[in-house]
């Protein structure tokens, strides 16, 4: 089965639209590690734990 999307986006600076964007490509979304070295209850070395998700590339075209 095929199916089609579409997506629209824009930008809007105060409840106003003040452009559409033609298209959105390389978005990336990452998560931070935060570097946090814990020993376990049995002596085993917990280093680091994930952190904050969020976007880190994104290319916009008006």
């Keep these: ?10 930008i809007e600076l105060g409840n106003i639209r003040v452009e ?5 490509d390389g978005m990336v979304i990452g998560q931070d590690v935060v570097d946090d070295r814990q020993v376990s209850s049995s002596g085993e070395l917990i280093a680091g734990r994930p952190g ?3 976007a ?6 008006a």
């Design 52 to 54: 904050a998700a969020g």
């Design 1 to 10: 089965m095929t199916g089609f999307q579409t997506h629209t986006f824009a």
């Design 56 to 61: 880190k590339q994104i290319t916009a075209t």
């Design 20 to 24: 559409t964007l033609q298209s959105v």
